[in-house]
């Protein structure tokens, strides 16, 4: 987990367990001139940090010990302040907020496979008093978005090849203040927490890109609500309430209307603000970090999630203080899971009945837990255990294809919520033999 601090500019790294617990990397917190925003690469070897102050977008090597060190050539330097920034799925582009006097511009920039970066395309004037302005992309990689603080609305904008952007329509009003958006992993919708109106504004989001609002929209929320996030599945968002110290829980329906959680809002720490809330890629827990504290210094606090209902509940694990001061924004992620390697072997074939095996199969980050096979008959089956034994109704020949999940739930799938990748599966989960039967 990075924590990034808007105030002294540091970035604080951590081990996190299956369990929740938060581990000091050595040599941690790390000076990195972060300001309001903290991606890093669906690969989870770089983070990238906007500065404030400096100007720019800045690479950082993730060491297999998560330490930081400077990327050499990773740096896309501007006239004004970077506020925001967040990844295509496919990890190949950023794409960058930049502030100005009054009118803000939303900008692109290619990553190239060792980290540097080159700024492509024009950049496109946001609307408006524009000048805080964070971005969120769709997770077809097609639109970018530019929530716009100042003037209470988020407008769209069509990507091209060539890097240029393309504003896709009128600025689309939201609540007022809307200070972090989301993007539900399935693609459907859009959702901004707006600070200053107290509530939530949702958009289903059209084939083309556009926003239309979800019914019932804006809902309601507690004092300053700030950095959500929605889990894999799409069924549930949490976001953190600064001005009331709580966090919110709700259910997505299906046609994107929020409903709060049993329970919700539920208790944050005493003397705190809870800032951002991030998820662990598999969901079942949930890390609330202070913007501000009375201890000054940012703490990390762990809560389980209940599997059933969503609610939450605080962990066993203390408080984390991360050494670092004032963490506004984007500024907290955890690093993907990289999905897992499929490989499939036939041990054994006669007659009708073949054996196969999967006990190849591996994850870097984790284990594998579950395989899902198919036989190319029809005829399907799922198990815990690597090798399997079927029985054809007929001979020929036949593909069989075993599908692996790990420990956290990733597969085939890449889950991306509109700034990082949170599961970075593909087609190497698969894998497939030839059978022939007698």
């Known amino acids: ?28 917190p790390f000076a990195a001139d972060a300001g309001f925003s903290v991606v890093v690469s669906p690969d989870g070897k770089r983070a990238y940090v ?18 930081l060190s400077a990327i050499p050539g990773a740096v896309a330097q501007y006239d004004a302040a970077v506020l925001g920034v967040a990844f295509s799925p496919d990890g190949t582009r950023l794409y960058a907020t930049v502030g100005g006097q009054t009118s803000g511009t ?7 496979q060792d980290g540097t970066l080159a700024k492509i395309g024009q950049p496109a004037t946001i609307p408006g008093t524009s000048y805080m302005s964070l971005p969120v992309v769709s997770t077809d990689g097609r639109t970018v978005y ?21 504003q896709l329509s009128e600025p689309v009003p939201t609540g007022n203040g809307p200070a972090l958006p989301n993007v539900t992993p399935d693609g459907r919708f859009l959702y901004t927490t707006n600070e200053q109106g107290n509530n939530i504004s949702g958009f289903a989001i059209a084939a083309d890109g556009t ?12 004092n300053l609500p700030h950095g959500g996030a929605v889990t894999p599945d799409s069924k549930r968002m949490y976001l953190p309430e600064a ?11 299906d046609d994107g209307s929020l409903t709060p959680l049993a329970g919700s809002p539920y208790p944050g720490p005493a003397n705190t603000m809870p800032g951002r809330v991030v998820l662990s890629p598999d969901a079942r827990r949930l890390f609330d970090v202070d913007v501000l504290a009375l201890s000054l210094t940012t703490k990390v606090h762990s809560f389980a999630i209940d599997p059933v209902d969503g609610s939450l509940a605080r962990t066993s694990h203390p408080a984390t203080d991360t050494g670092i001061f004032f963490a506004d924004g984007p500024t907290s992620v955890i690093t993907p899971n990289q999905g897992p390697v ?14 196969f ?4 199969s591996t994850d870097s980050d984790g284990s594998v837990v579950r395989y899902e096979w198919n036989f190319g008959d029809g005829t399907t089956a799922t198990t815990t255990g690597p090798e399997i034994t079927h029985t054809f109704a007929q001979a020929g020949s036949r593909t069989v294809t075993v599908t692996v999940v790990d420990d956290e739930g990733c597969s085939d799938d890449r889950i991306f919520n509109g700034q990082v990748v949170s599961c970075n599966g593909g087609t190497k989960a698969a894998a497939s033999t030839v059978v022939n039967l007698g």
């Open 1 to 28: 987990m990075l924590v990034g601090s808007t105030g002294s500019g540091h970035i604080a790294v951590y081990g996190v367990s299956r369990d929740g617990a938060l581990t000091k990397v050595a040599g941690s």
């Open 50 to 67: 906007t500065s404030l102050s400096k100007k720019w977008v800045k690479g950082f090597a993730i060491g297999t010990n998560g330490a």
């Open 106 to 112: 939303m900008n692109s920039i290619a990553v190239a």
């Open 146 to 166: 530019a929530s716009n603080f100042n003037s209470s609305n988020v407008t769209p904008y069509r990507t091209a090849a060539d890097g240029s952007l393309t």
């Open 211 to 222: 926003l239309t609002p979800t019914p019932g929209s804006p809902y309601k929320s507690g």
């Open 243 to 253: 001005g009331s110290n709580k966090i919110s829980g709700y259910s997505i329906a």
């Open 342 to 355: 499929a490989k499939i072997n036939t041990l054994y074939s006669g007659g009708r009945t073949g054996v």
């Open 357 to 360: 095996t999967a006990s190849g």
